[in-house]
């Protein structure tokens, strides 16, 4: 079982940047495929990024290709998510998330089986 807490949301302005960082708990980190989700009011969780165990494999929603990138630090059981030229659309709840799964298993948030609490990021235009 892992358990994840997400840090580093705030307030920034349109083509500004912001790091997210989810710290997990537990010493199998290695063994679980991460994710960044994110949701506004409304509307359902929408995939943003995914990693492998190892950080060799990655994908990204189409939305956000470019421009954010998703990478981890085992050693220090924390993943990331590097938001680069964000957008008023990007304002959003951005959640980690975790599966124990060596590979990426999907993209949806039932693929998921850990969750952090949410950060806030909110874009000013």
């Known amino acids: 079982q892992v358990q994840l807490v997400e840090s580093g949301g705030g307030l920034v302005q349109a083509g500004g940047s912001l790091r997210l960082s989810c710290a997990a708990s537990?010493?199998?980190?290695?063994?679980?495929?991460m994710a960044w989700f994110r949701q506004t009011p409304g509307k359902e969780r929408e995939f943003v990024a995914a990693?492998?165990?190892?950080?060799?494999?990655?994908n990204y929603a189409e939305s956000v290709k470019g421009r954010f990138t998703i990478s981890r630090d085992n050693a220090k059981n924390t993943v990331y998510l590097q938001m680069n030229s964000l957008k008023p659309e990007d304002t959003a709840v951005y959640y980690c998330?975790?599966?124990?799964?060596?590979?990426?298993?999907?993209?949806?948030?039932?693929?998921?089986?850990?969750w952090g609490q949410g950060t806030q990021v909110t874009v000013s235009s």
């Open positions: 998330a975790a599966v124990h799964s060596i590979t990426i298993t999907g993209f949806r948030s039932h693929d998921y089986d850990y």
């Open positions: 537990g010493r199998t980190f290695s063994r679980y495929a």
């Open positions: 990693v492998s165990w190892s950080g060799g494999t990655t």
